[in-house]
T-cell receptor, first 113, second 113 residues
């Protein structure tokens, strides 16, 4: 069974540009989560989808971040326009049911110059 | 606001030793607690999940305990091996319906051959 996959693995962009990160959860997992870790800090929760619906987006830092999960399969996280402080590693996770074990992808390392 | 602290931040021990990693959390109203390992440049690998009603979970040489009332969990690694070298992360899922995990900063573990 394939794990959670994320694309790209690395992205380097300039301040003010737009970047879109993609996450493919484990097949059959209705719950999809986005997290990020900025340099020197702990991993922080961004938002949670149940199928295509946003269940909790309390961790989204501001309106420059837009997450979607059309059709309830893969998800995208768009940052527009990117700022220097957005640099970090963005992780995606999925779980079969709420409260169950969360399985993480390898992350996307975003560098904003 | 839930806060998770992991002590020590770094640990280096000779191969073969048994060791304990500590995790504490400020709000005891959790749904479950999950331990992960992260290898450099990789994603998070789930090690153990302990439900709030459980006291411990075991997987191979790993044993995780949970004392919810005192806000503490420990991860015990028996007969450590160089392959156990990684960063170990503790994360709690809050009670009350939210699903986003709150992470500690991790313990960076080095097992000396």
């Amino acid at each position: 069974e394939a794990g959670v996959t994320q694309f790209p693995s690395h992205s380097v962009i300039e301040k003010g540009q737009t970047v879109t990160l993609r996450c493919d959860p484990i097949s059959g997992h209705d719950n999809l989560y986005w997290y990020r870790r900025v340099m020197g800090k702990e991993i922080k929760f961004l938002l949670h989808f149940v199928k295509e619906s946003k269940q909790d987006e309390s961790g989204m830092p501001n309106n420059r971040f837009l997450a979607e999960r059309t059709g309830g399969t893969y998800s995208t996280l768009k940052v527009q326009p990117a700022e220097l402080e957005d640099s970090g590693v963005y992780f995606c996770a999925s779980s079969q049911d709420r409260g169950h074990e969360q399985f993480f992808g390898p992350g996307t390392r975003l560098t904003v110059l | 606001k839930q806060e998770v602290t992991q002590i020590p931040a770094a640990l280096s021990v000779p191969e073969g030793e048994n060791l304990v990693l500590n995790c504490s959390f400020t709000d005891s109203a959790i749904y479950n607690l999950q331990w992960f390992r992260q290898d450099p440049g990789k994603g998070l690998t789930s090690l153990l999940l302990i439900q709030s009603s459980q006291r411990e979970q075991t997987s191979g040489r790993l044993n995780a305990s949970l004392d919810k009332s005192s806000g503490r969990s420990t991860l015990y690694i028996a007969a450590s091996q160089p392959g156990d070298s990684a960063t170990y992360l503790c994360a709690v899922r809050p009670g009350g319906g939210a699903d986003g995990l709150t992470f500690g900063k991790g313990t960076h573990l080095i097992i000396q051959p």
